[in-house]
Structures are given as structure tokens and as C-alpha cells.
């Protein structure tokens, strides 16, 4: 039988969710029953979001994290387990981008965005892993971008972490899906959030963080025996 709460107990914890995309996936995940756990590195806009999410009656766990850092990821999916319990679906959402000519593109700005990107999600998806590996269960979904698929004049290291990310997915796929644990990827197109300027967009034709919600919510509806492993989401108008 159907229910509109189909996540009941389950936990769910969400990379860079204290605004954007992680914020309308996690409050999706709350209304479809899960309890939350929410990541990002500023203490008080991650604060009000958890508050925002609480006021909405859902359980909600806020942990000042950087998943570019292998200890503070550790300590983010340790504080989880400990708090709410087993963790059954990671969004590895926490992302940025920094976008100019490649011969403009410093070192640090690379290895900022690779290092979130790319490495972030490779040590979230190795620290929560096991955990799924054990109960034979999990969804760990990637949020990717049509950017994984496309390349653009001044993309470059952003491209090429979504690029990245595009083949790490896969190959975690093949490495989990044995243990009954599904891993998926969802390209959106732009969305309308403060990620990056998107000048000269029309953000009422953009797509809205909730459209990406809506795949993950997709995901996790899906039969034990179905796995959607990948998700392209593009505006209906061009922005
Ligand atoms: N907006 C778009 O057009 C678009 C399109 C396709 C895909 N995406 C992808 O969607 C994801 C979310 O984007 P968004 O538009 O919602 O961006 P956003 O509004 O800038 O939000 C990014 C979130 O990630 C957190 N974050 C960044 N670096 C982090 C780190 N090292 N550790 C932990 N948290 C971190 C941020 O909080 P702190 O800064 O406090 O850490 C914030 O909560 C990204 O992966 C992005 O690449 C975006």
C-alpha cells in the first residue's frame, strides 16, 4: 500500500544542506519520513536551516562539516550513526565551482573544487559504506550536473570534477550493487540558487531546487529490485 511517508524511520544525511539543493532535498526527505542529518562548513546558515527544518516537525541533526577533509567526514558520519542511527541513504550533494579560462584558473581554486567535488564524495561514500554494506542496504545518490556531460569555455575545473564524479559513480555503482546498495547520479541543468551568478539567465525559466528534490524523492521510491542509475533533469524553456 502506498504511503506518503514511505522514508519512515529511515536516516538520511545530506552533504551542503544549509541552503540550494541539499536544503529542498532535505526537506523533502523530511516530509517523506526520514530523519535528517544536514552538513556544511558555516555554522550559522547550517544552524538556520536545521531550525527552519525543525520548525516543520522533522528530526534534525546539524553537523559543521567539510567533506574535502577525511577526519571531518569521519567525524560527521560518526556523530550520524551515534545520534539518529545507521545512515540508509547519502546525498552527495556539497558542491562549488569556480569558472574562468584555464589559464587563469590558480591552483588553490582547482584543487577547491576537485577536492569538494570529486574527493568529497569518495570520502563520504567510503565512510558510510560499510554501514550499508553489513545491513545489505543504502542509496547513495551523487548530484552530478549536465556540466558531467558537457564541456563549456571556462568550465574547466568544474567540468572536470562532474566529469570525474560521473565515472567515480559508476564504478561505486558496480562496487556496491552486489551488497543490495544502489548508487545513482542526477544531472540537473542550472538551478536557481546562490551557487554561481548565471548572468544573464532568466531565473523564472531556470529549474528550481525542489525540481532536483523531486529525482532524489524518484530514487528512493523505486522497487528493491529497480535502480535507476542515472538522472538528467533540464529546464523546459531554455533560461
Ligand atoms: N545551481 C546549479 O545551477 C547547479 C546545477 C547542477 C548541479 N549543481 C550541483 O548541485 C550541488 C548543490 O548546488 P547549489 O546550487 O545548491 O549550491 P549552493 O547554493 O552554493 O549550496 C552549496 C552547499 O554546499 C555546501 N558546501 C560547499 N562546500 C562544502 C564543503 N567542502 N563541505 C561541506 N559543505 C560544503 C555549502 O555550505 P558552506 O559554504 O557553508 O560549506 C552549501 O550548503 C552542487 O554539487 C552543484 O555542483 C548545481
New binding site residues.
Partial sequence: METSTPLDGQVALI????????LAIARRLGQMGARLAL????RD??ERAAESLRQQGFPVLAVV????NAASVTALVEQTRRTLGEIDILVN?????TFGPVQEITEADWDAVLD??LK?VFLCTRAVAPQMIRRRRGHVIN?S?LAGKNAFAGGSAYCASKWGLMGLSYCMAEDLRGYGVRVSVIC????H???SP?AGKDPRKMLQ?EDVAHAVALLLTQAPQSFISEILIRPTQKP
Fill in positions: 552533504t551542503g544542506a544549509s541552503r540550494g539543493i541539499g552538513c556544511a562548513r558555516q546558515r547550517l562539516a567539510d567533506v574535502a550533494n556539497a558542491g562549488l565551482g569538494t567535488n568529497g548530484i550536473s540537473p541543468g542550472t538551478v540558487t546562490e551557487f548565471h531546487p
